[in-house]
C-alpha cells in the first residue's frame, strides 16, 4: 500500500527539519537570497502577492516579499483562509501561533500566491499541514479569476510521488533555491 499523507507529513517533517538545522546561519541567508533571485522573473508590477511567516522549518519568504509591489497575508477566520493588505510590523500571533494580518484590514485578491508546503511533485501536487487551507483558498481565488501559485520549498521537499486528492489544488510553480520548477510541462 502507498504511504498515506499522514505518514508522508511526518516523514517530512523530519527531514526539512534536519536539512534546516544542518544549515549555517551563512547558508540560511543564502537560501533566502538565492529563492527570492529564482522567483523574481514571476513577479509582475501590478501583482498582489500573498506571502506568508515561516513557520517552523518552513522556507523564509522574506526577500521575496522585498520584491513584491504589493503585499498580502493569509488569516484563519474557522475553515478558510483570507489574504489582507499588511506589513511585517502589523501581524499579530495567530492561527497556531503564526503571525497573521489583524482583524479589521482589507481583505484583497492575491494574483500571485506564495504558498508554505511540506512537499511537492514536479507535477505540482501539493502536501501541507492537513488542514485545507490551502486548497480551499486556492479553489476560491481560482473560481474568481487568475492565481498564480507558486510553492516555496528548500530542496528536499521536492518528491517523487505524493497521494492525489481530488480537492488538492495544484502549484504552477515551485521554486528553492536552486530551481523553477514549471509544473504545467510535468503534467
Ligand atoms: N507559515 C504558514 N502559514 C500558514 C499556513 C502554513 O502552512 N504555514 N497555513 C496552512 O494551512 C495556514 C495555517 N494552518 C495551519 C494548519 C495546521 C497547523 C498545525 O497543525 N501545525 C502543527 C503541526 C501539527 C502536527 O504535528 O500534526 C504545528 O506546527 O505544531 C499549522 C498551520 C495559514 N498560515
Ligand atoms: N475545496 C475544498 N472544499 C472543501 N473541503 C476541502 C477542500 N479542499 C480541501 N478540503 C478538505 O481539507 C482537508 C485536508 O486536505 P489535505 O489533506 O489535502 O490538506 P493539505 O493540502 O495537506 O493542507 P493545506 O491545504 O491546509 O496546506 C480534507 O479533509 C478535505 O476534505
Avoid at 75 to 96: E, K, M, Q
Avoid at 147 to 173: K, M, N, R, T
Amino acid at each position: 500500500m502507498p504511504p498515506d499523507k499522514t505518514l508522508l507529513r511526518r516523514q517530512f517533517r523530519s527531514v526539512r527539519r534536519d536539512h534546516v538545522a544542518a544549515l549555517s546561519p551563512e547558508d540560511r541567508a543564502a537560501a533566502k537570497i538565492a529563492l527570492a533571485a529564482i522567483v523574481a522573473p514571476l513577479l509582475h508590477p501590478g501583482a498582489i502577492v500573498a506571502s506568508y511567516a515561516a513557520h517552523r522549518s518552513e522556507i523564509d519568504p522574506s526577500h521575496v516579499e522585498a520584491l513584491a509591489p504589493h503585499l498580502a497575508f493569509p488569516r484563519v477566520t474557522g475553515d478558510s483562509l483570507g489574504f489582507y493588505r499588511c506589513a511585517w510590523p502589523d501581524l499579530v500571533p495567530g492561527f497556531a501561533g503564526i503571525p497573521e494580518p489583524p482583524s479589521g484590514l482589507p481583505q484583497v485578491i492575491p494574483t500571485i500566491v506564495l504558498v508554505p508546503l511540506l512537499a511537492a511533485t514536479p507535477a505540482g501536487l501539493r502536501l501541507g499541514q492537513g488542514a485545507g487551507y490551502y486548497d480551499r483558498a486556492l479553489a476560491a481565488l481560482r473560481a474568481a479569476g487568475p492565481v498564480l501559485a507558486i510553492g516555496l520549498a528548500h530542496e528536499v521537499q521536492l518528491a517523487d510521488w505524493l497521494p492525489a486528492d481530488s480537492w488538492d489544488q495544484p502549484l504552477d510553480f515551485v521554486a528553492t533555491p536552486r530551481r523553477l520548477v514549471n509544473c504545467a510541462r510535468n503534467r
